[in-house]
């Protein structure tokens, strides 16, 4: 459904908007993804009782410089990993950070595929089309970058947490962060990073 979606917002595109119109349009989704610097991690107003925690810019900006490194030292296809990385929380600019006490998992996706659909809607059509599909594949967790992002995505978690720890927030709070980059990451470099985390 999505996909004819697309293809008829493609025809409208083609049909109504001037190349100045498609400017401005892309302007509104450079305002949409900047929102993302105002955006708090809610995981850490929640478990650490913290009124200025790092923004989900700050988690996303993290995350790329991690999976830039990580990538190219195994040699994948980096460019397309951070890609992944830069759409994957963009939903979070009009939804929140919404945690699993918050929203049911089934309801957190469907409020994040809405809101993602209304933020790349005016993007010309070609970036539409490869922002959706990476947006999917990102979703489905199968392929090698995929899981890759959602691991990297846990071990920035772990970062961040090691970096609170040290700021004397009381261990019993931080370490379930720990514990869900454990049970979540498996690639053998990431997992070495994890453990010297948390030595």
């Avoid at 009124?51 to 410089?65: C, G, K, L, R, Y």
């Avoid at 296809?77 to 939804?95: F, N, Q, R």
């Avoid at 947006?135 to 199968?142: F, Q």
Wanted: proline residues 4%; contains cysteine; negative net charge.
């Amino acid at each position: 459904m999505f996909y004819y979606y697309c293809i008829r917002l493609r025809s409208e595109k083609l049909i109504n908007h001037s190349p100045i119109v498609n400017l401005i349009l892309i302007l509104d989704f450079f305002k949409t993804a900047s929102n993302l610097k105002e955006i708090q991690r809610q995981g850490w107003v929640d478990k650490l009782g913290m009124t200025n925690p790092e923004s989900v810019a700050d988690h996303t900006f993290a995350m790329a410089i991690m999976g830039m490194v990580l990538s190219d030292s195994k040699n994948y296809d980096t460019e397309k990993i951070l890609k992944m990385i830069l759409l994957h929380d963009l939903a979070e600019s009009v939804t929140g950070d919404l945690t699993p006490e918050q929203k049911p998992k089934h309801e957190k996706i469907n409020l994040e595929n809405n809101a993602f659909e209304k933020i790349i809607k005016n993007l010309p059509s070609n970036l539409e089309e490869q922002y959706v599909s990476l947006w999917n594949e990102y979703l489905k967790n199968e392929s090698t970058e995929a899981i890759f992002v959602h691991q990297i995505d846990k071990l920035e978690m772990a970062l961040q947490a090691e970096i609170y720890s040290q700021k004397n927030f009381p261990e019993k709070n931080v370490k379930p962060f720990f514990d869900s980059a454990k049970k979540e990451i498996t690639d053998p470099n990431l997992l070495t990073l994890l453990n010297q985390l948390t030595k």
